[in-house]
């Protein structure tokens, strides 16, 4: 059982908007920032979103991510079918002194 | 480019060792913190070791504690697992990473992973 809490899958039409959530503790996403990555199957993960809410150069701002207290969000707007892949969440645990993830959220492009 | 190339998986048998390398290029290997995330068949991403830039701080999963040793050689660019008392349950896809940042995880890049199967 993951420390950090995801849906196991979302799912919409192209072109529309979806949203994860990913919820943790004070002992991490409460007081650390929260990382996003994109993972296709037989690829190496990819960072989506760090900081929080900051997306690395290269990635689109269809791609965005927020947080409010101990619950983060990635959010995909204009989804395409490339978009479907397995996406975590994960932050550092101060009670743990280690880095946890979500379980991951399989996104489903209809 | 950026780039990580992991090396060392294979098939052991439990109870058995086993090192992983990861050569880094691209980058200056030396200011930036490493880890290695792993990845069994049908489950999700977990975190397994963390090194600091010098390689004075380290820190481990529950599971391996005890077990494994992540290292590096600033000089040759290279990060290290050595894997001792492997089970079933450590056969996965290894992955080494980099921390962009100090503050917060921003793993980036991934390699592509080296293969790790325990099996009899």
């Known amino acids: 059982q993951s420390v950090l809490t995801q849906p196991p899958s979302v799912s919409a039409a192209p072109g529309q908007k979806v949203t994860i959530s990913c919820s943790g503790s004070t002992s991490n996403i409460g007081y650390n920032y929260v990382s996003w990555y994109q993972h296709l199957p037989g690829t190496a993960p990819k960072l989506l979103i760090y900081?929080?809410?900051k997306r690395p150069s290269g990635i689109p701002d269809r791609f965005s991510g927020s947080k409010s207290g101990t619950s983060a969000t990635l959010g995909i707007t204009g989804l395409q079918t490339g978009d479907e892949a397995d996406y975590y969440c994960?932050?550092?645990?101060?009670?743990?002194?280690?880095?946890?993830f979500g379980g991951g959220t399989k996104l489903t492009v209809l | 480019e950026v780039q990580l190339v992991e090396s060392g998986g294979d098939l052991v048998q439990p109870g058995g060792s086993l090192r992983l390398s990861c050569a880094a290029s691209?980058?200056?290997?030396?200011?930036?913190?490493m880890n290695w995330v792993r990845q069994a068949p049908g489950k999700g991403l977990e975190w397994v070791s963390y090194?600091?830039?010098?390689?004075?701080?380290?820190y481990y999963a529950d599971f391996v504690k005890g077990r494994f040793t992540i290292s590096r050689d600033n000089a040759k660019n290279s990060l290290f697992l050595q894997m001792n008392s492997l089970s079933a349950e450590d056969t996965a896809v290894y992955y080494c990473?980099?921390?962009?940042?100090?503050?917060?995880?921003?793993?980036?890049?991934w390699g592509q992973g080296t293969l790790v199967t325990v099996s009899s």
């Open positions: 691209g980058f200056t290997f030396s200011n930036d913190e």
């Open positions: 994960g932050t550092w645990d101060n009670s743990l002194s280690a880095v946890v």
């Open positions: 900081g929080d809410d």
């Open positions: 090194i600091s830039s010098s390689g004075d701080t380290v």
């Open positions: 990473v980099r921390d962009r940042s100090p503050v917060g995880t921003e793993f980036d890049p």
